[in-house]
């Protein structure tokens, strides 16, 4: 199966975000893939600010950028646009880093007025990049993901059967060409 590599764009360590990627990540696990988290915010604040192309962090990233079949973005939504961390990240790796790559764009948030925050903010950097094909994004309300002690997530019904659907979407879409996606 495919290669995914899964990026949290969130910098808080006790995000929803993050937890929530980690939650999705194990579906796609289940479905034969090979999962590799990548959480921004581990990468060094001086490496990502000062812009270190050749920090050991910031090759090694590009290079689990490069080795991915497929990339899931989550992000939390702060001022109607994806998380500076992630920016940063997106800034540093090479112009067409998604180059042939099938992308799933997810976001999180407080409210329903940034749920065009993918849309309008995120997917155009991504296509940009040259990403083979994003599919169907979705933003999730923060009140609809609860985190247990544990470190346990449950998402609420409908929009957990949302995210279901669109890793489920992405997970068929990995390996196809653009051409074949459009032709099914």
Do not use: C
């Amino acid at each position: 199966m495919a290669t995914v590599l899964s990026v949290s764009g969130s910098p808080s360590v006790s995000s929803r975000t993050n937890r929530l990627l980690r939650h999705l990540d194990q579906r796609l696990l289940a479905q034969g893939h090979e999962v590799i988290p990548l959480d921004v915010r581990t990468i060094p604040a001086e490496a990502l600010l000062g812009a270190d192309f050749r920090h050991p962090a910031i090759v090694e990233a590009t290079e689990l950028f490069a080795r991915a079949d497929g990339v899931v973005v989550g992000t939390p939504v702060y001022k109607a646009s994806y998380s500076g961390v992630l920016k940063a990240l997106l800034d540093l790796l090479p112009q067409y880093a998604l180059t042939g790559k099938t992308v799933l764009p997810l976001a999180t948030g407080g409210s329903v007025a940034h749920v065009l925050a993918i849309d309008y903010a995120l997917r155009p950097v991504l296509n940009s990049m040259g990403a083979a094909h994003i599919v169907q994004g979705w933003f999730t309300l923060d009140k609809d993901i609860t985190v247990y002690e544990d470190g346990s997530l449950s998402v609420a019904a409908g929009a957990g059967e949302a995210l279901t659907q669109v890793v489920d979407q992405f997970s068929a879409a990995l390996g196809r060409t653009p051409l074949l996606a459009a032709a099914s």
